[in-house]
């Protein structure tokens, strides 16, 4: 699978849209393009023509690799519950978005493990600079101001998607809890993003579950046991086999 994270300023500052993406993709219509199906399903439907452009533009640019994200539209079309939803389209935007990439699989999974409680913007500052300086070096400087536009934004995108909870300048870790299908739907998507089913437990992008390596090792257990894919170990030999040859099958299965 060719797609790795790439900083956007549009799609960290404008955020994730949740609500938006959702109701676009339940009601998408494979009969008609891209650019068809975002005009019928977001033109006018905003407070504003500013904001409709907004949202047509940065919902546009997400969807850029739509091969890749076929699995969501088709998931949202057949009625997954976008609470469940939500944790999907949280895997897609950490594999594919800095700085979100960095702040979540590294800066939030590690300190939630050390035992922070609280989250302040400004404790984010330093991972903006840390993706930024990743950016390659034709990239403009960050200044002072977008770093902390950054650093906000970055915890407003982890709330959205379900990573921290509360309101205000200070946050908390969520509790994150994923249904079966959305487990398997991990599964199959994370097979294609590391482009090999043998790396799947040992993924980083669970991370975004906040799953450890223990936490991947029972949850593909208990998956085994009710049938959903075949998990088998033997020491350090592991044997998985997915229940669909992408995740596009796979949602069309959960469907």
């Not at 790795?4 to 109701?23: D, F, I, N």
């Not at 594999?95 to 939630?112: K, V």
Request: glycine share 8%.
């Amino acid at each position: 699978m060719g797609v790795r994270p790439e900083w956007s300023q549009r799609l960290l500052r404008k955020g994730v849209l949740v609500a938006e993406t959702y109701q676009l993709f339940s009601g998408w219509d494979f009969a008609r393009g891209v650019e068809q199906n975002l005009e019928h399903g977001l033109a006018g439907r905003q407070s504003t023509q500013g904001w409709d452009n907004e949202v047509l533009a940065t919902i546009r640019r997400r969807i850029r690799d739509f091969e890749f994200i076929e699995s969501l539209i088709v998931l949202a079309q057949h009625g997954m519950p976008i609470t469940d939803w939500r944790h999907c389209l949280r895997l897609w935007v950490g594999a594919t978005e800095e700085p979100f990439h960095t702040f979540a699989l590294d800066w939030l999974y590690e300190e939630r493990a050390r035992g922070r409680l609280a989250i302040r913007s400004e404790d984010l500052v330093g991972v903006v600079d840390e993706a930024a300086s990743h950016r390659g070096g034709k990239a403009a400087p960050i200044s002072d101001y977008s770093r902390i536009r950054a650093a906000r934004d970055l915890l407003k995108t982890a709330g959205d998607l379900g990573m921290v909870e509360g309101a205000g300048p200070v946050r908390t870790f969520a509790n994150i809890s994923m249904s079966d299908d959305v487990l398997v739907y991990y599964v199959q998507l994370i097979a294609e993003l590391e482009g090999d089913a043998t790396k799947v437990p040992n993924s980083r992008l669970w991370r975004l579950a906040y799953m450890s390596p223990g936490d991947i090792h029972l949850s593909l257990l208990h998956l085994h046991q009710y049938r959903r894919l075949n998990y088998q170990v033997a020491g350090s030999l592991v044997q998985l086999a997915l229940p669909a040859r992408s995740a596009v099958e796979f949602a069309r299965q959960v469907a």
